[in-house]
């Protein structure tokens, strides 16, 4: 059979909308969020460092442990039972069979499986631990993980079963087992079992050395490959969400100064001031008339840059705990070869991304119920100033029997009501477990999950949103209060973009495919907001 380092490279994903794929390498630095995200989209291939300095941390690690089991060392996991199993000495002619044993037993996980690009953010992530050069793990693990990114072989993983520490056992033990040639794998849009696949690559299983099976099971790959998931799409909504409220304040006729440069000086939060900023532009800094005596708008309107900015300030703190995470060895033990130590610890705990995760959540439901908060206004006639009830666009006597976004808007309520009740933080529900020896542990993944429910369930709410806004803007341009050239380029485009996929709602109609299509499009970022914001 060929080594993994013969096979071809991988034809250019369908994802690439330029057919490029360009080549990220592990073990020369710091790993980034939008690395992860790319490799995850197939727009990145992977690659090892060639360098003389990693080579000796890989080597010296694998050597080191190879020295320990000659002289009948104690190792945790590779002489001796795993968890509170750790008092019970394994026989060294046993030591190979052990690894093999820790994946089978975990083989318990449930629930739905995570997608063929989740599955490889994870499997990027695990990878980008292992490159640290701490966990003793081998050239042969290190470049089937690589094969794999790059053949696109994705583990087939239940999202369920993991408590977070002792890292993500259950979930990974998924991976580990796909890298020895058990259970199944995506793989050309199939589920297959992975010794069917890597014999089709003329590619062997590989053996898991002692220390392996831990190396690649006791760790945070699978919440922090979630969390570099969930971070991407939280980014990209806090932008969405200026954009969006930019036009409701146009379709409302809203007053523009509530964003006004000078306003935002005297509260300094920078992510807040950029929001603002954002909607200032989008309303071209200009305050279309109003029919109304109100001075000043209702919070949804007037405090969004308040409550959007509350996300866009916190993520510079989620990226440095998401990537300080990403780039560490997250295992336990830890190996130390090139100093020959052998260091038990606690490094699989997830309590950073649970954190993360948990805040995250919080601030992404917000901003459901911000533009759920904004549709309401919309739809009332008692709120939006002048425009038809439930924004239908129905004339003379066919106004009586059409409904507009009522029943959106309702859909709305639902997906808000579900995604603010998932803001429970998972973090604080620890349970002792494993005879009281994983006695605190940290829901991290239950977090990240969560997490990523809670964008699909705000994503939901800004598409019909999209939706609504559009509307609204076309229904005052048609009653002569807004002049469509008195509009700013970028909302004028998007405007022109939204119409040709979700036209002006006349008489009623089924609306769910056009918000699936909306929801895609929020997910793959197919709006450019404000170039100023850095897009990976």
Not at 7 to 18: A, F, T, Y
Not at 222 to 248: D, F, K, P
């Amino acid at each position: 059979m060929t080594s993994v380092n013969d096979l071809p490279s991988p034809q250019p994903s369908l994802e690439s909308s330029d057919n490029s794929v360009d080549k990220i390498c592990f073990g020369e630095g710091r790993i980034t969020i939008e690395q992860i995200n790319l490799i995850a989209r197939r727009r990145l291939t992977v690659s090892l460092s060639s360098s003389a300095e990693f080579a000796h941390k890989i080597d010296s690690a694998v050597a080191f442990l190879d020295k320990l089991l000659e002289e009948d060392g104690v190792i945790y996991g590779v002489t001796t039972g795993y968890g509170d199993s750790c008092t019970v000495k394994v026989p060294l002619s046993q030591v190979y069979e052990l690894p093999i044993h820790l994946t089978r037993f975990h083989g318990c996980g449930l629930g739905d499986n995570f997608s063929p690009q989740e599955g490889r953010a994870i499997l990027a992530t695990r990878l980008c631990s292992l490159t640290q050069g701490y966990s003793g793990v081998s050239w042969d693990l290190l470049r089937q993980l690589t094969l794999f990114l790059n053949q696109d072989v994705v583990p087939v993983i239940p999202q369920e079963g993991s408590v977070g520490a002792s890292g993500d056992l259950t979930p990974l033990s998924y991976l580990a087992a796909s890298l020895i040639g058990e259970r199944e794998v995506y793989y050309r849009g199939r589920i297959r079992p992975a010794a069917e696949v890597l014999a089709e690559l003329n590619t062997a299983p590989i053996r898991l050395r002692p220390k392996e099976g831990l190396a690649i099971m006791n760790g945070t790959a699978v919440m922090t490959a979630l969390a570099c998931i969930a971070y991407e799409r939280a980014e990209y909504l806090t932008r969405l969400s200026s954009r969006l409220t930019a036009l409701a304040s146009l379709a409302l006729q809203g007053n523009g100064h509530h964003f006004d440069e000078i306003l935002f000086s005297v509260k300094p939060h920078p992510g807040q001031n950029e929001v603002a900023s954002w909607i200032r532009d989008d309303l071209n800094h200009h305050e279309h008339p109003r029919n109304s005596d109100r001075l000043q708008d209702r919070y949804s309107i007037r405090c969004a840059p308040h409550i959007t900015g509350v996300l866009r300030d916190a993520l510079p703190w989620f990226r440095q705990m998401i990537e300080n995470e990403l780039n560490s060895a997250n295992d336990n033990p830890i190996i130390d070869g090139i100093g020959e130590h052998v260091l038990h610890g606690g490094h699989f705990y997830g309590g950073h991304i649970a954190m993360v995760m948990d805040s995250m959540k919080n601030a992404v439901a917000n901003l459901a119920d911000l533009h759920d908060r904004q549709m309401a206004l919309l739809m009332d006639v008692k709120f939006n100033n002048g425009l038809p009830a439930n924004l239908s666009a129905a004339e003379a006597e066919r106004q009586f029997i059409n409904h507009g976004f009522k029943a959106v808007q309702i859909g709305c309520s639902a997906w808000t009501a579900e995604a603010l009740k998932l803001t429970m933080p998972a973090s604080v529900f620890s349970r002792s477990t494993e005879c009281h020896n994983q006695d605190k542990v940290s829901m991290g993944t239950i977090a990240a999950r969560d997490c990523l429910r809670v964008l699909q369930l705000t994503e939901q709410v800004m598409a019909a949103m999209l939706m609504a806004v559009q509307q609204g803007v076309q229904l005052r341009i048609r009653q002569g209060q807004l002049k469509q050239e008195s509009l700013s380029p970028p909302i004028q485009s998007m405007l022109a973009e939204l119409q040709e996929s979700c036209p002006l709602l006349v008489e009623d109609r089924r609306l769910d495919s056009e918000l699936r299509q909306l929801v895609s499009g929020i997910q793959e970022q197919r709006w450019l907001l404000y170039q100023e914001a850095v897009r990976p």
